[in-house]
Structures are given as structure tokens and as C-alpha cells.
DNA sequence: AATGAATGAGTATTCATTCAT
DNA sequence: TATGAATGAATACTCATTCAT
């Protein structure tokens, strides 16, 4: 498998790390490649070409991030549980690594049209899972029934990611998790059966 | 008034539609000059440099987009009234304008963090208002009194940018104002007084 | 005649005074317009182009500095004589214009190689003098009588200048006028007819 | 060793001649990376900008220019043949290589005001020189001992490049090295110790 | 004569990618 | 595998000059 040779996940690394440094636009492909200890020609026998790059970087951090929190919630029987599990998750594991909420919620989204479609793929397991909670809280009537699934998705994930957003470009000073049952509190009102 | 500076506007439009058409990397400072039908040279009489084109694009449009809805909201009398004309109203305007809805929500979010954070000082009139509507629907007693003001401001904000954003990317492909309803409701369950 | 206009002359002093303050290569015809108080436009009912400004200033403020010298010297009888007051003058007249030494010193030979023939051209009467009083000084036998004229003449006028230009350089801080005896001294002993 | 670089002396050689066949302002980097066989961002790992090109070819030209007449001068005994050996080298040096004479009497004084304030400093070693022989002339009494040694230097140094340029404007037509002894005779004279 | 808004040609530099070793 | 020297495409901005008024 790609992920077993070592210097690719350095170069994964690498890239976190100075794009969380310098910001997206002063991101080079050499000073990744410095960062990593590797030669810059080195970089192009793991990864195709630097949007190679940074679309592996948030598979392979999405990708764990996504994973913890399917887990997470897989354990629990309540909608209600799991929808909080996933914020509480969402929220923590981005709180304990500054470097990968800095370049996912600020930096990447600096790049262009395509890598972010390719990212947009990327998180649709993450979609499925808020998906699959809003129907089991409609079969478990604590949510509305009528509810347009795709669109309740949309603002479930738009209010985790700008609350995030916000902590990120305040430069994290106050505790994100805490915040956690406010939203948590906020979408299942927004969600619930009876008015 | 404005209008006096006919070619500022000529600019300003034929930036808006470059920047939609190519893509926020691809619109040169040529493009929009030939796309406005003046010199290369005519856009430096009117702006700074190519960031200061950018902003004014912004400031020009999103201005108009927020006073209009602070306006629709003003002669309005209840937080529920005001909040949905806004997402509405939200919704709307970016309907009727496509090009405008792909610079601000892909586009110009590509940009650096100099032009963004020029960004959201622009937004914070929005923001403002949005805030006043919690604190009214507090007093009125349909929203909850407990809230975090600033939290719920940015699930709100989050709620409707995201879904503004998927519509974009979906390429406009159903009706956008036509989910102001549900946005609403969920919304207004969200952070209502009663369980 | 052509300096009868009144704007003419301004556009020139407004040249002199720019050029000097700002560099040659900071020397804008906006620049010069703003200064002399007339539209740039206007710059061009005056002069051809921005290359025929810079020569008129040498032209009006060489020719003004030649003639003077001319006349000083005409006077006198000796070559001797003749020689130390040309030296004299020189160095006084840029003395006290500090604008002008720092012009046709340093400003004006970043000028392009088209213009320094001009240049050339206008300093061809000065030239002439220094050649007349080597001629005279040959007939006087206080000079060689074998001298290369245009020879001499070259080594004169690089004595003359370089050191005017090291003066300009050192900022003008000692005074130009008193070295004009030994500058004489080097030249009359460089040119004695008897060893 | 420099031929262990042998791209970096290739753009400096193609720098002397671009700037000698195009003059200083039509000398594009892109011109000089085309004369020298390489891309032009290779002129970019050996120079840090096109400013310091032009620095570069003057201080690697001037300095073994300069080196040469150390070199020559110093094995010699008397200040008057020490003198007679600088003013030929200076002479013989120009006149053997036509590109380099243009580059530095014509073309490189067009530079901006930084560029010629380093070359200043290159030029210094020999200014030193020369005020070593007039040094020494006075200390074998053939110069005179009461010379103002920093304004002799201006002369000597004037009466040379002045001397070298009219050969160069006039296209080197006649023979500059034969120039040497008068100009030599010039000097000598200039400094004598007996009128 | 005078204006000044408009023009548009011209160029240094960066950095992702390649390929000979 | 790994290297890193070399490549070369791509672009914002200035300012001398024009010309409609």
C-alpha cells in the first residue's frame, strides 16, 4: 500500500505543517520537501503533482478524522447520542491538532475549484453518517419526519464548520468542546418533532 | 453618486463576471479590462492595485446585499417576521444573480487572508443584524434568553452559507429561495423558548 | 523665439528642480507638469517628447553656463590667464547652483546613450574655448607646441569634471571654487613647454 | 574556482555583450539568458536579480582589471614608471576588449543611483593605487610635496576616463594605447616638482 | 492654448515539474 | 529509489504620449 512507505506520510506531514506555518499561497513544493528531509524530485514519486499532494493530505487527515467519528457513534443506540458524539468528536479532534483545523478550516479552501470538489468527495462518508442519524431520528420520532434529508445535512455540517471557523480565525483562545452542547442543543431543537 | 463614475461600475461588473466565468486564479487584471472595454491602464485610475479591484467587489455588491436586507428587515416587527425576510431575502438575491453567488461563495473565498479579512469586516453590518434579531426574538420570548449570541450568530450564518454553497456547486441546478422555509424552521426550532 | 513663453522657461526650471530632487529615473513628465503647474498635456506643446525636455535643460543651462565663460575669458590676454578663469567659473557657477551640479553631474549621464550625444553636441562650444586657450598658450610658448589638441582638451575637461563630480558626490561639503588653484596648477605644469 | 561555476561565468559574458550590443536599458534578462544558453530562471540560482548581474559583471571585469595593473605596478621601482605602466594597462586592458570598454564607459553609468554606489566601492583598490605612486613620487621628489593627494587622484582619474570614453564614443577608431605617453607627459608635468 | 482621462506596450521573477545521474 | 540543477510559462503595473473637449 501507498501509506506503508514511510516518506510519504513525512511528506503528508510536511505538508500539514507548513501550510499551517506559512499559509496556503507560500506553501511550495520545496520547502515541503525540505520540511520532510527529502529532495523536491522526491515528492514526485509518491504523489503526482502538488494538488496530488494536498488531496492526499486531506484524505489521509479526513480520512482518520472521519473513521474516529463513524466509530464513535456506531456504538451508541440513540440518534440523539450520536448526534452529539459526532459534534462533541468534530469539535475535540480538531481542537487537539491547531496545525490540521488551521489548514482544513482556513488554508485549503484557498485552493482552487477542483481540488475543492475533490475534497467535497472526501467528506462524503462523513455526510452518510450525519445523513443516516437524521433518518434514525425520524424513525425514532425525535426528530420531524418530513424533513428534507439532504438539506438538514447541509445545515447540520454548515453550522459544525463555521462554529469551528470562528474558533480557528480567533485564533483558538477559548475552548471549542464546551461549545459543543450549545450546538448540540441548537440543531436537535431545530430538528424536533413537536414544536 | 455613483453613476458619475460610469466606468468604476463598468469595472467592478466586468470583474464579477470574469471572476465567475474563469475562476477567482484565472481572471487577470487584462481580462477585466478587456471584458470592461477600457486599457489595462484605465483600471489603475479607479483601483489601487488588483486586491483593491477585488474588495471593491465585494464592498460594492455585498454592500448592496446587506442593505437591502436590512431594510426588508427593519419595517418588519417580530424577530420571526425579521429572520425569515432575511434568509429569504438571502436566498434571493444570490438566486438572481449567479455570478455573484459563485465569486462570494467559491471564488473569492480563494483569495488571501489580506482581501479576506478586508471580507469580514465588510460582512460585520450583516452580522450585526443578525445578532439584533436573536436579541429581539430573546425578548419577545420566542427564542430562548439563555443564548450565546455569538454562537448562535454563527450557526445561523453557517447554516445559510453552507447551503447557499451547495446550490452553487450543485450548479443552480433547483430552487434556492424555495428552501427559506425549512432554513426557517430550523432555525427558529432551533433556538425557540419552548422544548 | 521659443523661450519668449513663459511656460517654457517653468517647464524647464520645474525639470532642473525635479530631476534633482527626485533622480532621473524618478523624473515622471507628471511629475514635472505638477511642478511647472501645467496639464501634462501641456508639456507637449512645449517640447516633442520627454527626451527633448531633458536635452533643452542642458541646452538652456549649458549654454547659459558656456557663454558666461566665454565672456569671462574673452576679456583677458593671457592663456594663463584665460585657463584659471575658465576653471574659475566652472567651478563656481556649479558652486552656486547646487540643483544644476547635481543635474548635469550625476542625474543626467543616466540618460540614455541617444541623449548623451546630444549632451555632447551642446558642450561642443565649451570645447572650443578650452581648445583656443591651449592654441593661444602653444603661440605664447608657455605651452608645449606640440601638444595633441583634442588630446589635451579631453584630459582638461576629465580633470574639470571629475572633479566637480567627486564634489557633487561628497554632498558639496568642502568648497569647489578654492580648488580651482591647484586644479590650474596641475594643468598649466601638465602643459609647460619647458620641463 | 570560478570555471568550477561555468553557468555563472557564461551570463557574465553574455551580460557584457548584451549590454554592449543592446545598450543598458534594452538588456532584458531574457536577452542575456538566450546569449548565455541557459533558461532564464537558471539566471536566478546564480544571481539574485537582475541588479545583481550588472554588479557582478562589473565587480568580476573591474576587479581583474584592477588586480592586472596591482599586479603590474608593483614590481616596478619608480612612480613615474609605475604611473606610465597603470595609464598604458588602463589603456591596453580597454582597448583589448571593445565590449567591455563600451559596458563600462557608456553603458553601465546609466545604472540607477545603488548599482553605482557599488560600483564606487569596486573602483576603490584603484584609486588606492594611484594614490600610492603619487605618494611615492613625492617621496622620491619627482612630485611635488605639497599635492593634495585625494584631489590629484579626482585629476588622474578624470584625465584617464574622460580620455578612454572619447576613444569609445568616437568607436575606438584610432589607437588608444599610443595615447599613453602624453597623457603620461600630462600627468608628469602636472605633479613635477620643478616648474 | 490648455486640459487630463485614457491608452497599451513592455519585463523581471517565481516555482511546479522534469530528467540525467 | 533518490537527487537537485535546470527549465520556462505566465502576469501585474508604470508612465510617456495622445486627443476629444
Redesign the pocket.
Given at each position: 500500500m501507498r501509506n506503508k512507505?514511510p516518506?510519504y506520510n513525512q511528506i503528508i506531514e510536511a505538508a500539514v505543517a507548513v501550510i499551517a506555518e506559512n499559509g496556503y499561497h507560500?506553501s511550495?513544493?520545496?520547502k515541503i520537501a525540505k520540511k520532510a528531509g527529502?529532495?523536491?524530485?522526491?515528492i514526485?514519486?509518491y504523489f503526482k503533482?502538488?494538488?496530488d499532494i494536498l488531496i492526499s493530505v486531506f484524505e489521509e487527515k479526513m480520512g482518520q478524522f472521519i473513521e474516529k467519528i463513524v466509530r464513535g457513534t456506531s456504538q451508541l443506540d440513540s440518534a440523539d447520542d450520536k448526534l452529539f458524539t459526532l459534534i462533541e468528536m468534530h469539535f475535540r479532534q480538531l481542537s487537539e491538532d491547531h496545525h490540521l483545523a488551521i489548514v482544513t478550516q482556513l488554508e485549503l479552501r484557498q485552493s482552487n475549484t477542483k481540488i475543492r470538489l475533490k475534497i467535497n468527495q472526501v467528506l462524503r462518508p462523513y455526510l452518510i453518517v450525519i445523513d443516516d442519524i437524521i433518518k434514525e431520528g425520524a424513525r425514532e420520532k425525535v426528530f420531524r419526519d418530513n424533513l428534507n434529508i439532504q438539506l438538514v445535512r447541509q445545515m447540520i455540517f454548515g453550522t459544525l464548520d463555521e462554529v469551528v471557523t470562528n474558533w480557528v480565525m480567533k485564533e483558538q483562545k477559548y475552548d471549542l468542546v464546551q461549545q459543543a452542547w450549545e450546538v448540540h442543543a441548537f440543531i436537535t431543537h431545530g430538528l424536533s418533532a413537536n414544536k
Amino acid at each position: 500500500m501507498r501509506n506503508k512507505k514511510p516518506k510519504y506520510n513525512q511528506i503528508i506531514e510536511a505538508a500539514v505543517a507548513v501550510i499551517a506555518e506559512n499559509g496556503y499561497h507560500a506553501s511550495q513544493v520545496s520547502k515541503i520537501a525540505k520540511k520532510a528531509g527529502v529532495a523536491d524530485g522526491t515528492i514526485y514519486l509518491y504523489f503526482k503533482n502538488k494538488e496530488d499532494i494536498l488531496i492526499s493530505v486531506f484524505e489521509e487527515k479526513m480520512g482518520q478524522f472521519i473513521e474516529k467519528i463513524v466509530r464513535g457513534t456506531s456504538q451508541l443506540d440513540s440518534a440523539d447520542d450520536k448526534l452529539f458524539t459526532l459534534i462533541e468528536m468534530h469539535f475535540r479532534q480538531l481542537s487537539e491538532d491547531h496545525h490540521l483545523a488551521i489548514v482544513t478550516q482556513l488554508e485549503l479552501r484557498q485552493s482552487n475549484t477542483k481540488i475543492r470538489l475533490k475534497i467535497n468527495q472526501v467528506l462524503r462518508p462523513y455526510l452518510i453518517v450525519i445523513d443516516d442519524i437524521i433518518k434514525e431520528g425520524a424513525r425514532e420520532k425525535v426528530f420531524r419526519d418530513n424533513l428534507n434529508i439532504q438539506l438538514v445535512r447541509q445545515m447540520i455540517f454548515g453550522t459544525l464548520d463555521e462554529v469551528v471557523t470562528n474558533w480557528v480565525m480567533k485564533e483558538q483562545k477559548y475552548d471549542l468542546v464546551q461549545q459543543a452542547w450549545e450546538v448540540h442543543a441548537f440543531i436537535t431543537h431545530g430538528l424536533s418533532a413537536n414544536k
